[in-house]
């Protein structure tokens, strides 16, 4: 096992990182700006002023940051000759949309301000107290305050820490610059994981491999942290020299394995330590783009990058179409969000043995059989009568239910072969094609997912083309004549709505055929 540890300061670092997990807080009541004679209240962090502050922790695999987000407040004592001026008494500040610490009321300037001892800290509590008898003021809030287990949403994991500031002074301009310092110590965590992180603005972390059913445990307390997907790393607030061990117990492909962290009493308040179990994670950045590569390991190529694609030309799976993929996939596979791509080859073979049902078979309840799988037509058997703007991408959907039907299914004390060719088809294409658990199973396209992958035509037949791949049928031949791809749409209790990709209307775009027709197989995956 490799466990990596670094003590780094909180305020040592420059560089201000923006993140995924910190949470705005707009929509609160922001106090209006205060009168120029009345005193103004800045937070800066490390000494910096240029970079005001940081609500939580990012991170770039070695160093963290920290900076606040409108909406946060924080609170404030003046202090003068042993006593809480009353104007300042947990004065409660609040960052604005520009940057500014505003306080819950105007305090005008008075000279007794001018030699007085000002203190910050943060989060903001309305019961914060001060003991002036103390070295430190805040001396016995820090030795109560225990962070919480459950520091898993960015509001809890930001309770979970204080900071503070020392005594700072009012300057000539009647503004405090209260500069403050992290109180407790960070733990950051680095599971074993294997990932994409997009540049694509909207997508989501692609984790591909990983760590699975992780519990953390501090000492004998069953502990939640922070999870941060942009940087797949687990953040957790803790006690500064606590002499707890961290236990972190997971399974990695399928075997179970515990690590401890036992030295977590060397971390000082206003550090973190950094923690590397099995390797951590292998972030791989990446700008998706439709006609970039799926390989069979469920790793990405980009199409612009010639070498690479040459030394993976045997392990290419499909083509990128869709960057992004639609609710229907992401309600049954939550984690395949990020793209749809096709297969590099196709078959032609029919769908069953029947292109209708008879008298019979309809009477004993063949005519409907599909809705108790949960399937349903156009509600049209005209092909010029459908609405191509209203067709829905439902071709992940429909597969797997598809995948449920019984070949031999009986109704009624009668049997249809609606779907046997279309089941061996899919059952030797999943089993020649196997892909990691990250990527949903293959599916048939829909309508709209062809149409999808018509306007993406382009760059798929370039991405096609240049490994030597199955063109698509439109762009392979001139004649439309029977060149149709089965789409995963229902005509009828035998029959299917295919797909040309020849035209623009309906009518030539959209064609009907009997499951015992001989039309084009060829199937998607998402990711």
């Known amino acids: 096992m490799k466990k990596n540890h670094n003590l780094i300061s909180l305020y040592s670092v420059l560089t201000v990182l923006a993140v995924s997990f910190l949470v705005s807080c707009t929509a609160k009541n922001e106090p209006e700006a205060q009168p120029a004679n009345a005193l103004s209240f800045s937070i800066t962090q490390g000494g910096n002023a240029a970079r005001p502050g940081v609500r939580r922790v990012a991170t770039d695999g070695k160093t963290f940051t920290t900076t606040f987000t409108s909406g ?11 006593e809480v001026i009353a104007e300042v008494n947990n004065l409660r ?10 306080p819950a009321r105007m305090v005008p300037y008075d000279a007794k301000f001018d030699d007085a001892d000002f203190y910050a800290y943060f989060p903001y509590s309305k019961d914060m ?32 820490d204080i900071m503070t500031s020392a005594a700072c002074a009012l300057n000539d301009n009647r503004a405090v610059r209260l500069n403050v310092q992290h109180r407790m110590a960070l733990v950051s965590i680095e599971m074993p994981n294997q990932a994409y992180q997009f540049t694509n603005e909207g997508l989501s972390t692609y984790v ?31 006690r500064p020299q606590t002499e707890e061990t961290l236990t972190i117990a997971y399974q990695d492909a399928g ?32 700008t998706l783009q439709v006609g970039d590569y799926l390989l069979t390991d469920g790793t990405l190529v980009s199409k612009d990058d010639a070498a690479a694609v040459a030394a993976n030309i045997g392990n290419i799976a499909a083509v990128v179409y869709s960057v992004g993929t639609n609710p229907g996939i992401t309600d049954l596979r939550p984690a395949c969000s990020h793209g749809i791509a096709i297969a590099l080859t196709e078959k032609k073979d029919k769908w069953g043995t029947i292109g209708s049902t008879t008298s019979e078979q309809n009477a004993a309840g063949w005519s409907s059989w599909f809705t108790q799988y949960g399937m349903a037509g ?25 995948v449920s039907v019984p070949v031999d ?13 279309f089941a061996a088809t899919y059952a030797a294409w999943a089993e020649a094609n196997p892909m990691p658990a990250a990527n949903t199973e293959w599916f048939i396209p829909s309508l709209r997912d062809w149409m999808n992958i018509r306007e993406a035509n382009e760059a798929v037949a370039a991405s096609l ?15 439309p004549e029977k060149l149709y791809y089965w789409s995963s749409n229902l005509r009828g209790a035998a029959a299917m709505w295919c797909y040309t990709g020849f035209g623009t209307t309906a009518g030539e775009l959209i064609q009907a055929s009997g499951n015992k027709d001989g039309r084009y197989y060829r199937f998607a995956i998402a990711f």
């Open 72 to 82: 946060d407040e924080a609170g404030v004592f003046a202090v003068r000759n042993g």
């Open 93 to 102: 500040l609040t960052l604005n949309g520009a940057g500014t610490w505003v």
């Open 129 to 160: 107290t001060l003991n002036l008898s103390a070295d430190d003021p805040f001396a016995d809030v820090l030795a109560a305050h225990q962070p919480a287990a459950d520091q898993s949403t960015a509001e809890a994991y930001a309770a979970a």
């Open 208 to 238: 591909l491999a990983g760590a699975d059913s992780i519990t953390f445990t501090l000492g004998e307390t069953a502990v939640q942290p922070l999870f941060d997907e942009q940087t797949q790393h687990y953040l957790f607030i803790v």
């Open 255 to 286: 075997v179970p394995r515990t690590s401890q962290i036992t030295n977590l009493a060397d971390v000082w308040a206003g550090e973190y330590a950094g923690y590397t179990i099995d390797g951590g994670a292998d972030i791989t950045v990446h």
């Open 378 to 402: 156009l509600g049209t058997n005209t092909n010029t009568a459908i609405d191509l703007n209203s067709l829905v991408a439902v071709g992940y959907e429909y597969t797997m239910k598809w």
């Open 409 to 421: 299914m009986e109704i009624g004390g009668v049997k249809a072969d609606i779907n046997s060719a």
């Open 465 to 479: 083309n240049a490994v030597m791949a199955d063109d698509l049928l439109w762009n392979a031949h001139e004649q």
